[in-house]
């Protein structure tokens, strides 16, 4: 009977996948330290809403520009790199669409709800 391949049995058997899983996971992680470095910046001046918002707003362009072009840059692996390839371009483009997603709507509203209630300095 032929073995399952999980995700855990992938990593301990091509050390590859380990590789190839860190630029995904420190882009998501940076894209979210910006964030909220920018909204930092931001709460100097406005209110915690209206620092949230300008930041959001700011570094939405950056973030899903940086997701498209990776995205598009693996099309060419998903689409022509055979079996094994089309599935890990599919995994790593669906996962910084997720990335984003969580960056630019979970990101500000914890931090909103975090630091609520935070006017800005006078």
């Known amino acids: 009977m032929p073995k399952k391949l999980s995700a855990a049995a992938l990593s301990t058997q ?69 079996e094994f390839w089309f599935g890990m371009a599919i995994v790593i483009m669906s996962g910084l669409a997720v990335g984003t997603i969580l960056t630019l709507g979970f990101v500000p509203v914890l931090y909103s709800l975090m630091f609520r209630g935070g006017a800005a300095p006078e």
Do not use: C, S
């Open 14 to 82: 091509l050390p590859f996948f380990k590789v190839l899983r860190r630029p995904i996971e420190f882009t998501i992680i940076n894209n979210g330290i910006v964030m909220i470095d920018r909204i930092d910046q931001g709460r100097k001046e406005l209110a915690v809403d209206e620092a949230v918002i300008g930041a959001a707003g700011a570094r939405a362009r950056p973030i899903v520009m940086t997701t498209i072009t990776t995205a598009v840059g693996l099309m060419p692996l998903a689409l022509f790199g055979g």
